[in-house]
């Protein structure tokens, strides 16, 4: 019984430090509710964050479709296209170049993964990773290249 008396009070003074650190996480979050969004709004993720995830989902896409396992293919494109808004949100003024490159890229690689045809996934996927580049040099970033890595980022590509 004691036992049970003394673990009750350890959970329960387990609970109380972790609500106590949950309180003291949002501390630094001043000023009014206005001024408090407005702190939010301005720790979204830009493009450059957003990018490094565009980037990576691109490349576990193809070891996805070059392991044969086209779920897994299909699902890291439309997560592409699910961070690719939070881009468009963020950054307003490069929604349009983002979708454009949405809708003659992306689009052509999605119809290939449905087709499972990894002869025209690598195609489209050429022509894509070439798309992300003109988009880099057009907008003065000319010196991101986006390379496909020589393996992939993680095992998660392989068959199931
Ligand atoms: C709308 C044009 C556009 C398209 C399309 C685009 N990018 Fe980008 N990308 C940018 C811009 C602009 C930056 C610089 C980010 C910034 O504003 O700080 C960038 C940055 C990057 C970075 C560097 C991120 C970092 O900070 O380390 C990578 C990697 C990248 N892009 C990969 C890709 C890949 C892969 C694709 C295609 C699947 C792609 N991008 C398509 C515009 C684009």
Known sequence: MLTIRKNAALVAACLLTASAATYAASDWLKGTPEQQLKTLAE??????TVMIEYANRFTT????AHGGNWPMADYQLKEMREIQEVGET????????????????LDKLA????????KK?????KS????????????????????????A???TSAKP
């Open 90 to 105: 963020t950054r307003p003024g490069r929604a349009a170049m983002l979708k454009a490159f949405e809708s003659s890229h």
């Open 43 to 48: 720790l979204q993720p830009g493009l450059g």
């Open 153 to 155: 980022l993680s095992p």
């Open 128 to 151: 894509a990773a070439e798309g992300c580049n003109g988009c880099h040099a057009a907008n003065d970033f000319a010196f991101i290249k986006y390379q496909l890595p020589k393996s």
């Open 61 to 64: 896409m193809y070891y996805a």
């Open 121 to 125: 996934f690598n195609a489209a996927f």
């Open 111 to 118: 119809e290939t993964i449905k087709a499972k045809d990894l």
